[in-house]
Nanobody
Framework: QVQLVESGEGLVQPGGSLRLSCAAS????????MRWYRQAPGKQRELVAA???????TYADSAKGRFAISRDNTKNTGYLQMNSLRPEDTAVYLC????????????????????WGQGTQVTVSS
C-alpha cells in the first residue's frame, strides 16, 4: 500500500521561510509527477506547484518567484521550499502524487494511481 506523509508544518512570521516534505512509501516503481495543493478555510483547493518525472516545474502565479518544488527520487520524497511567506499563504498544504506501484495478486502487476497525503498546516502570522 502506497502512502504519502507530509512534514514541515509550522508557524512562521511574514517574510519567513518553510520547507515542506512529502515522503512516499510502499512498493513504488516510479513517481510520475508530484504536486502541492493548498486549501485555506472557506476557499477552494488550489494547485500551488507541480513537478514531472522529467523535473519540469509549474507554479501558480501566487507562488512564482517565492516557492520552489523539487524531488529526490532516491528517497521517493518531494519538497516545497517556501520563501517570503505572506499571511495569505496560510493554509493546509497537501501533497499529491501520481505513482506507479507494484502489486502482488497471485502475480505481479503494475498499478498507476493518484495518492494524497494527510495535509500539513502552514500558518503565516506575526
Amino acid at each position: 500500500q502506497v502512502q504519502l506523509v507530509e512534514s514541515g508544518e509550522g508557524l512562521v512570521q511574514p517574510g519567513g521561510s518553510l520547507r515542506l516534505s512529502c515522503a512516499a512509501s510502499g512498493s513504488i516503481r516510479s513517481i510520475n509527477a508530484m504536486r502541492w495543493y493548498r486549501q485555506a478555510p472557506g476557499k477552494q483547493r488550489e494547485l500551488v506547484a507541480a513537478i514531472t518525472s522529467g523535473d519540469s516545474t509549474t507554479y501558480a502565479d501566487s507562488a512564482k518567484g517565492r516557492f520552489a518544488i523539487s524531488r529526490d527520487n532516491t528517497k521517493n520524497t518531494g519538497y516545497l521550499q517556501m520563501n517570503s511567506l505572506r499571511p495569505e499563504d496560510t493554509a493546509v498544504y497537501l501533497c499529491n502524487a501520481d505513482i506507479t506501484s507494484v502489486i502482488y495478486d497471485g502475480a505481479y502487476f503494475l498499478n498507476r494511481e493518484d495518492y494524497w497525503g494527510q495535509g500539513t498546516q502552514v500558518t503565516v502570522s506575526s
